[in-house]
């Protein structure tokens, strides 16, 4: 079964801190994972792609296949990183229909 | 830049009756989707759209609910007899091709 995993529901941080939320994955062939960030009171919009190996905001994100994980770093929190996150699969079917994590919620304290 | 837009943003009904969510996605994408989060819970699928017919739809997705594309460019979530557990957040998205999807900014169902 294609599942993904976000263990913390929240995670509190101060300005400056480094940042890990972390997302594990179920699925048995090559999933594309992503993670989706969404402001207050905004919609849900693409954050990152592990395809594109890029940073975005100052956040990476490994795709780790023997440990199943995608794992959504910084180095260094800033306030208007506080939102929510979800780390998302796409997977087998070519629909790209994508199975969402629970979601993260990540608040940055000054 | 274009966005994919959803009406109503707030849509309240009585059990049993039949709602119509509606979506407009970017104009020169191919793939249509509807997603639907409960209160608390994390975001699930619903239901792919291509070409003019579903291509994927969940467990959830059964005969009370179905999507159209009636003109080229709106693409509605009808449920037909509302129940209490379909409240939720109802997201439409949209996808040209191999990259990513573009939500819209949700309708918030609430029966009671």
């Known amino acids: 079964a294609q599942r993904v995993t976000q263990p913390e529901k929240l995670l509190s941080v101060f300005k400056g801190a480094p940042v890990e939320l972390k997302c594990n994955y179920s699925y048995s062939g090559s999933p594309e994972l992503f993670w989706y960030v969404q402001y207050s009171r905004q919609r849900l919009q693409l954050l990152l792609r592990?395809?594109s190996r890029e940073s975005i905001k100052g956040f990476t994100a490994d795709l780790n296949k023997g440990e199943t994980s995608f794992h959504l770093k910084k180095p260094f929190a800033q306030e208007e990183d506080s939102a929510m996150y979800y780390c998302?699969?796409?997977?087998?079917?070519?629909?790209?229909?994508?199975?969402f994590g629970q979601g993260t919620t990540l608040q940055v304290k000054p | 830049e274009p966005e994919v837009t959803q009406t109503p943003s707030h849509q309240v009904t009585q059990m049993g009756q039949e709602v119509i969510l509606r979506c407009v996605p970017i104009s020169n994408h191919l793939y249509f989707y509807w997603y639907r989060q409960i209160l608390g819970q994390k975001v699930e699928f619903l239901v792919s759209?291509?070409?003019?017919?579903?291509?994927?739809k969940s467990e959830i997705f059964d005969d009370q609910f179905s999507v159209e594309r009636p003109d080229g460019s709106n693409f509605t979530l009808k449920i037909r007899s509302t129940k209490l557990e379909d409240s939720a957040m109802y997201f439409c998205a949209s996808l040209r091709g191999v990259a990513e999807q573009f939500f819209g900014p949700g309708t918030r169902l609430t029966v009671l």
């Open positions: 759209f291509y070409n003019n017919e579903i291509s994927e």
């Open positions: 998302a699969l796409s997977g087998s079917s070519n629909t790209g229909k994508l199975i």
């Open positions: 592990h395809i």
